[in-house]
């Protein structure tokens, strides 16, 4: 009897657990079933709302992204053309610059020689150092030089010819 009792006995904890079984996975089945349900449509239709408008806002973000590109570059293209006009304005204007200051040495040898002639004339005439000096604001030294370097270069030209 004893071995009867005992497959008796394991018989039954056999059906106990199958039993206890087939419970769990009823239990687990309604959970499930809960969990499933407890995304109402409401909530999906938030998430969808939710969902639509953050791609709007980055499709807008974009969109304001490929204007800025494009407003950056028209910038950029101005400058460069601003940036050439004024190499070409300063190129230009060292240019004149160079050609100022020769015409200005030029005019100033010319002014000099002018007041050297008049000095010589002014001599000529009779006028003394003094007289030249306060005419033509320069100091009597000056006067004096002008006239001696006129008759060291007649002198020279007279031992020449």
């Known amino acids: ?17 199958c039993v206890a079984i087939v419970i769990l996975i ?3 089945n309604r959970e499930v079933k809960k969990r499933r349900s ?8 938030e998430f969808r709302k939710l969902l639509d408008e953050s791609q709007a806002s980055a499709h807008h973000l974009l969109e304001v992204m490929n204007e800025s590109r494009k407003s950056l570059k028209e910038i ?28 200005d040495s030029l005019n100033e040898g010319a002014l000099v020689e002018r ?3 008049e000095v010589l004339s002014m ?12 005419r033509l604001s320069m100091t009597e030294g000056e006067i004096e030089l002008i006239i001696d370097l006129d ?10 010819v």
């Open 1 to 17: 009897m004893s071995t009867q009792l005992l497959l008796t006995c394991l018989l039954i904890a056999d059906v106990i657990l």
């Open 76 to 103: 950029a293209y101005a400058l460069d053309q601003k940036e050439g006009t004024l190499r070409t304005l300063l190129e230009e204007s060292r240019i004149e610059c160079e050609r100022t200051r020769k015409n």
């Open 38 to 45: 407890g995304l109402d449509e409401e909530a999906l239709r």
């Open 151 to 160: 008759r060291t270069k007649h002198r020279s030209h007279n031992e020449n």
């Open 26 to 28: 009823v239990i687990v």
């Open 123 to 134: 001599a000529a005439q009779g006028f003394s150092k003094k007289e030249i000096s306060q």
């Open 115 to 117: 007041k050297n002639e």
